[in-house]
């Protein structure tokens, strides 16, 4: 490999580097202000904060209404990933491999979900799940949630699908496998990566998701993001930045494994 | 010793259109056959029915005399290569060549065996531990051929395996393949639009076109007596020249050309009972049959030079003739070369024209 000499940056590299880092600030800080929020003495939210104390976390692990919609957001974030896992990549592999009678149309109903405005799917769901009175339980609350997750499951694990050469398939079938043999030691492996981050945006899609999770959670049964606005109306204190601080970190540690698994497959 | 392997009467329709018409093969077992012929030719297609990957609309195939249609292709326990290497890119060299084992069953230490013994036949011992990535187009082709014989299957199919390759690698491959074929006293159906690397491997060429076998024989049959204008032309270069049917001398056509000159022509298909003298012939000429000669006096025809193209080992030449026909002739590497424009005479270099004559 030729490596490129260093050099020094031009004139314009120089203006469009200070651009892009002031972009990144632009979008970033505002997120990060509420970390240093989280830490203050004072029992209201306060910036910049005086003191430093890990007192809101603390308040936050005693808190039996965090603690459970926290673990319900888990339960219905796992789940949420099983369901469209599956069926994205049922779908993928439909869309990619076999001509489907309107292919294209599907495609265009599955990733409805994710062009709708979110408001009006929430209400659409609220008002369907009203009818079969299931507002409030897990069943409702995944199948919403993998309506949204389902498109990026498809997309990740179709993007490498396109790139797949069916004739492996063909190879290991001649090579005397069977079809499931075939999926499951050929097909399944090289599209793993693919799955794997699908299965990562699918987690976090769920477990942040908050306008249907506004509409659809029940009095006991409330996911984190709806315990979250309840909070931010009547009991505003830095428990609200420690949990805000919590979650970013969560899904920074989602992402990096997401890129993680990308340079991997590399 | 067991790999016969038979087309009876295979067609195959894709909708209306039918890419193989009715084609019948045999192969005997330890042969080495290539399908040649251009895209479109069905020739593909004929191998895929044979791997179980597409299906006859009619006709059978056999196997050592064994109807294999109705058997599916993880079945037929039959090796195949194919042009884009298609190894399985998460497994290692070892556990791509252990795949066809592992699948039926073979035990562990059989396997290592076998695995060793496919990497010895493919002179890459020391790659098992490789990924494919890892490995050169030239090497990648060889472990997918050692996939492909490690269940010791008794014939191996070649989708053009050696297509993707550059020239020199290429050459050496097909030497290769010759020589594993000896080793294992393989059956091979190979799959090629090389004519060249038809020629070079194979006991025996089937020329395909349009889904038609056009004609069947050893390599030197193919070229030295083409069937018809299609083989003649698709295997090396060839001239054709129109003329008159004289007379027969035996076995031997005679041909007059429009200027007058007789020459003797061997007949290929045409027999003196559907030829009577008369009936108008195209004849093929291969340039290496022809020569520029100083005197036009008894040459076969004369033309002026439009190009001559060095090709190494030897020269070719194209003149237009007259009647405004494209005459190529070869010239040896020591042969004066003729000035572009000027006019020269060209005659044949053998009695008989080798190549054949079809009523036109």
């Known amino acids: ?266 | 010793m067991s790999g016969a392997v038979s087309f009876v009467g295979v067609r195959k329709f894709y909708g209306t259109v039918e890419a193989v018409k009715n084609v019948d093969l045999a192969i005997k077992a330890g042969e080495f056959v290539s399908l040649l012929g251009p895209s479109g030719s069905g020739k593909s297609t004929l191998l895929m029915m044979l791997a179980g990957l597409e299906h006859p609309s009619a006709g059978d195939l056999l196997v050592d005399g064994r109807s294999i249609v109705k058997v599916p292709a993880n079945k037929r326990n039959l090796g195949m290569v194919f042009q884009k290497y298609t190894l399985f890119p998460h497994m290692t060299v070892a556990q791509n060549i252990a795949f066809p084992l592992t699948v039926r069953g073979v035990s562990v230490q059989e396997q290592r065996r076998k695995i060793a013994d496919a990497l010895r036949v493919v002179r890459l011992q020391d790659f098992g531990d490789r990924l494919p990535g890892q490995l050169s187009g030239g090497q990648q082709q060889r472990i997918a051929l050692a996939r492909a014989l490690v269940y010791d299957p008794p014939v191996l199919l070649m989708d053009e395996p050696f297509a993707a390759l550059d020239r020199k690698l290429r050459l050496e491959m097909q030497d290769e393949i010759r020589r594993i074929q000896q080793e294992l006293n393989l059956t091979i159906v190979f799959v090629t639009h090389d004519q060249e690397e038809a020629l070079r491997i194979s006991h025996r060429v089937a020329v395909l076109a349009e889904g038609k076998m056009q004609q069947i024989g050893t390599p030197k049959e193919i070229y030295e007596e083409p069937a018809n204008g299609f083989v003649a032309q698709f295997i090396g270069n060839v001239n054709f020249l129109s003329a008159r049917l004289d007379g027969w001398d035996d076995k031997v056509l005679v041909a007059l050309l429009p200027d007058g000159r007789r020459i003797r022509v061997n007949p290929q298909a045409l027999r003196p009972s559907a030829a009577p003298p008369g009936t108008p012939l195209r004849i093929a000429i291969r340039p290496e049959n022809l020569a520029i000669c100083e005197n036009s006096d008894n040459a076969l025809g004369s033309g002026t030079v439009l190009e001559c193209v060095y090709l190494g080992e030897k020269t070719t030449c194209v003149l237009r003739t007259a009647t405004g026909a494209d005459v190529t002739v070869v010239i040896g590497a020591h042969d004066p070369k003729p000035q572009p424009g000027s006019h020269v005479a060209f005659d044949l270099r053998v009695d008989t024209v080798p190549v054949f004559a079809e009523a036109a």
């Open chain 1, 1 to 266: 490999m030729e490596t490129t000499p260093a050099r020094m940056l031009s004139g314009f590299e120089w203006l469009m580097l200070a651009l892009a880092i002031a972009v990144a600030a632009f979008l970033i800080l505002p997120t990060l202000i509420i970390v240093p929020m989280s830490f203050g003495t004072d029992g209201y939210l306060n910036f910049p904060p005086r003191g430093f104390t890990f007192r809101w976390y603390g308040e936050f692990f005693n808190d039996g209404d965090w603690l459970r919609a926290a673990w319900f957001s888990l339960k219905v974030g796992v789940l949420t990933t099983v369901v469209s896992v599956v069926l994205g990549t049922a779908a993928a592999l439909a869309l990619t491999r076999s001509r489907v009678p309107f292919g294209g149309l599907m495609q265009l109903v599955i990733i409805m979900p994710m062009i709708l405005p979110q408001i009006v799917v929430a209400i659409a769901l609220l008002l369907f799940y009203q009818q079969l009175g299931m507002v409030g339980s897990i069943a409702a609350f995944v199948a919403s949630h993998a309506c949204l997750a389902i498109p990026f499951v498809l997309f990740s694990v179709s993007a490498i699908l396109k790139r797949y050469d069916v004739d492996l398939d063909a190879a290991a079938y001649v090579c005397g496998a069977d079809r499931f043999t075939i999926f499951r030691r050929i097909t399944l492996p090289i599209i793993w990566p693919g799955i794997a981050s699908g299965a990562l945006f699918s987690f976090l899609i769920s477990f942040d998701e908050a306008v249907i999770s506004f509409f659809l959670s029940g009095v006991s049964d409330k996911a984190i993001a709806r315990k979250f606005f309840e909070d931010v109306e009547l009991n505003v204190t830095p428990v609200l930045a420690a949990v805000a601080t919590l979650l970013t970190l969560a899904t920074i540690l989602v992402l990096a494994a997401t890129a993680f698994l990308k340079s991997d497959r590399k």
